[in-house]
């Protein structure tokens, strides 16, 4: 399974960017995908995540900025990021697990998409 995560750029503060990640391969279920974001020397950390049901769960610093949604029939996740600030600036990476057809269980990330705010 891969994913192929776009839509990252610049943007001045307060401006918003829509991040994409599709997932493709021998699927045949994914429980969970999710946004995680690392900027430069420090830890990555989970930026918000949705269930196959769609229950979410964001991180405290992007609550009412961020909206997470996903295409279950696209094997698609979305970030819509709103009212950005320059503290966004990382490298955003996407984050999928699930069962895969044939070898089971799978966890995989996205090549990471870098998303710059600028004040």
């Known amino acids: 399974v891969q994913l192929q995560a776009s839509g990252g750029g610049s943007v001045q503060a307060g401006g918003s960017l829509r991040l994409s990640c599709a997932a493709s391969?021998?699927?045949?279920?994914?429980?969970?995908m999710g946004w995680y974001r690392q900027a430069p020397g420090k830890q990555r950390d989970m930026v918000a995540d949705i269930t196959s049901g769609g229950s979410t769960n964001y991180a405290g610093s992007v609550k009412g900025r961020f909206t997470i949604s996903r295409d279950n029939a696209k094997n698609t996740v979305y970030l819509q990021m709103n009212s950005l600030k320059p503290e966004d600036t990382a490298v955003y990476y996407c984050?999928?697990?699930?069962?895969?057809?044939?070898?089971?269980?799978?966890?995989?990330w996205g090549q990471g998409t870098q998303v710059t705010v600028s004040s």
């Open positions: 391969g021998s699927i045949f279920s994914i429980n969970v």
């Open positions: 984050n999928a697990w699930g069962t895969a057809r044939g070898t089971g269980f799978f966890a995989t």
